[in-house]
Every structure is written in structure tokens, then in C-alpha cells.
């Protein structure tokens, strides 16, 4: 999608894809698939199994394998988990801003979005989450980012068990997208490492690029794990096999290709921040320790709301506008960094250009 959907003039660094070679294991594990024809349904734990000792390798925290349940993709799963949890009229309260599908999945469902904004520096503002559980009322539910796309914010195990102790006291349910939680250089914190009654989606689909194999794990804590139970059988269908084979590999197998792709990321967040101050100095960002996002603050370039429509326009590149991230998205655009220094370089040159 990241390249095919603008012009071939136009440099893309928006949708979170990245331009990396996959990782071998991974493409061993499709390669091998195919070659034997074993392209049916999916059976088995498998997934679970590697995402579980991925996460007590990295985050010392072990889901129980018996409390997981396959679904096709997260923002499925975390539709599913509403579902479990919630009237189906019950609010959703999201930290704006934040990922836009997390919008427009909640509004198709026929429910309503309180927002609770983000503090300055991009961590749960815990008053503005207090207002809008107090909005959205008991019953309702909280889609938690964690890592937070689009700032990369990476909530503490402090923050988290504030969360979870706010949300039983307003009677809030907790859904959890750890999506990009393999994508942080500060320590990942589990929410169910924090919280028994929470419920989590991850999967290995942004941190390998695997979006076009689709395949995610919802995972109960052991209070929530009756509600994962209730999960009907028929959303089993909707993963991908391929797409489990080739996160299976993902966290079993390429802990290392992880390892050098954070690295690289580091390198480019670092890369960033120096063009911006050599050609735009007026752009404001703060590198985050999560996701291979970079939330710039554009406002003082005088570009209006939507600078990203004029770098797009005039300066033939394409980053996420900042907009359809919720309030506060005004004047801010997303780049995506999982790419090379030459292609920030130049994604830079272009921004700088339409000045
Ligand atoms: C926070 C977040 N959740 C979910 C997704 C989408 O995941 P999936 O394709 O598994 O639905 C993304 C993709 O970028 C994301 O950033």
C-alpha cells in the first residue's frame, strides 16, 4: 500500500509498512508451506506457544497459552473483545490522538468515541481519563495504546496500574492493542502483567511486516478469562494458516532480525532529529522510545491544520496527516521511520522544499 497508493513522484512515508527484507526464518516458514501445500485452516497453539516465550524472554511475562484465542487481524480482535465485554451501545474511550482506525472501527460498530487527550508530553493524562470515564459511564470500555501510535509513547508499569485501578472503580473494561509492543527500546510492560481483568490483542504483524498475513492473538487475564470463553468459535476462521506459520516463525525465530531492526530504527530516530534541526528547525519532535513512528509538531511552520496536504502537493511527499488521529491532530503529521537514511533524507529535503 505505502508505495503504490500515491504517484510514482511522490516519496511515501506514511501507512506502517516497512521497507525492510523479510526476515529469513519467516519467509522459510511461507516458502515451506507452499511447498508442500499446506495451505488449509489453521489447528493448534502454536502462535500462542511463540508469542508466549517471546514475552517471558522479553518482557519477563508468560501469557497462558489456554487463555488466548486466535482472531484475523488486531483491529478485528479488538471489535471482538468489545463485543465480549460491553453493551453493544457502549462507549469507547481512546487516548487522543492516536491510531485513526481506532475511529472509524468504533463508529462503524455504532458506538460512540470520548476522547481523553493526551498530556503535552504524550502520556495518559490521568484527569482527562478520569472526565471521560465519568462521560462514557459504567459499562463502558477503554482501547488502550500501548505502544502509543502516533507518539511511540511507552506507558510505564506505574501508569498502568493507574489504568487498571481507575478503570474498575468507574466500572471501565480495558482492551488493550500491544500491537507494536515488540518496537520499544524502554521497557514493555504487559497490561496484563499489571491488571488479571484485562484483555490484550498482539501479534507479530508490525514489528516483522507481516499485515499482509493475517493473524493476531486476543489473550485474557485469568478474571477475564470467562469472557475470552464466550469468544464464538466462527472468529477462529478468519487468521490466515500462512499467516500463523509466519508469525509463529516471527517471535520463535527472529528475536535477532528484532534486535538489528530497533537498532536501525534508533539510528534513524537520531538521523531525524538532526535533519530536522539542520532544514526545519521550526518542526518540533521529541524521539520516542516505542513504535517506528515520529509525531511532528508543524505548527509553527505556518502551514495551517493539514500541513501534510502541502508536503504532499508541493513537496511530493507523502506522511500521514495529522487530522484523522483525533484532536489534537491538527497541525502534526506522521512519518514512518522504517525506512532508510537516504529515504528520510530526502523525505526531509522534500518538507523542507515547500517552504
Ligand atoms: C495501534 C495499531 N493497532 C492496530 C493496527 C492494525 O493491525 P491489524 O492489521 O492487525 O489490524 C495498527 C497498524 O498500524 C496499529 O498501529
Not at 514493555?188 to 498482539?202: I, K, N, Q, R, T
Not at 532544514?279 to 513512528?293: D, E, F, K, M, N
Amino acid at each position: 500500500m505505502k508505495w503504490r497508493y500515491y504517484p510514482e513522484d511522490v516519496l511515501p512515508v506514511w501507512v506502517a509498512e516497512m521497507d525492510v527484507p523479510l526476515a529469513e526464518p519467516v519467509a522459510r516458514a511461507i516458502t515451506d508451506a507452499v511447498a508442500i501445500g499446506d495451505t488449509g485452516y489453521p489447528s493448534g497453539t502454536a502462535y500462542a506457544e511463540a508469542l508466549a516465550e517471546f514475552a517471558t524472554k522479553r518482557w519477563d511475562w508468560t501469557p497462558a497459552v489456554e487463555r488466548t484465542a486466535i482472531v484475523p487481524d488486531v483491529m478485528l480482535g479488538v471489535v471482538e473483545m468489545f463485543r465480549l465485554v460491553s453493551h453493544r451501545d457502549a462507549p469507547v474511550v481512546v487516548n487522543c490522538p492516536v491510531y485513526p482506525p481506532f475511529y472509524q472501527f468504533i463508529e462503524s460498530l455504532g458506538r460512540t468515541v470520548v476522547e481523553a487527550p493526551l498530556s503535552e508530553t504524550w502520556r495518559i493524562d490521568f484527569e482527562a481519563l478520569r472526565q471521560a470515564f465519568t462521560r462514557a459511564g459504567e459499562g463502558a470500555v477503554y482501547l488502550l495504546c500501548s505502544p502509543h501510535n502516533p507518539t511511540g509513547t511507552v506507558h510505564t508499569e506505574a501508569e498502568l496500574a493507574e489504568v487498571a485501578a481507575l478503570a474498575r472503580q468507574h466500572g471501565v473494561r480495558v482492551v488493550a492493542d500491544e500491537i507494536h509492543a515488540p518496537l520499544t527500546t524502554a521497557e514493555f510492560v504487559p497490561y496484563l502483567s499489571v491488571a488479571d481483568d484485562g484483555l490484550s490483542l498482539m501479534s507479530a504483524s508490525k514489528a516483522w511486516n507481516l499485515a499482509g498475513l493475517k493473524a493476531a492473538l486476543a489473550i485474557a487475564g485469568p478474571a477475564a478469562a470467562d469472557d475470552l470463553a464466550r469468544l464464538p468459535e466462527e472468529v477462529s476462521h478468519g487468521p490466515s494458516h500462512v499467516g500463523i506459520l509466519a508469525h509463529t516463525a516471527a517471535y520463535r525465530d527472529c528475536g535477532d532480525w528484532l534486535d538489528a531492526l530497533l537498532n536501525g530504527l534508533d539510528e534513524n530516530r537520531r538521523l531525524l532529529a538532526d535533519l530536522l534541526a539542520e532544514h526545519l528547525p521550526a518542526v518540533r519532535y521529541a524521539p520516542a522510545q516505542g513504535t517506528y513512528l515520529a509525531w511532528l509538531d508543524c505548527r509553527e511552520l505556518g502551514l495551517g491544520d493539514d500541513p501534510g496536504k502541502v508536503f504532499l502537493q508541493r513537496g511530493r511527499v507523502a506522511l500521514n496527516s495529522g487530522i484523522p488521529f483525533g484532536t489534537g491532530g491538527e497541525g502534526f503529521v506522521r512519518m514512518n521511520l522504517a525506512t532508510s537514511p537516504e529515504i528520510i533524507t530526502e523525505a526531509v529535503r522534500r518538507m523542507a522544499s515547500v517552504l
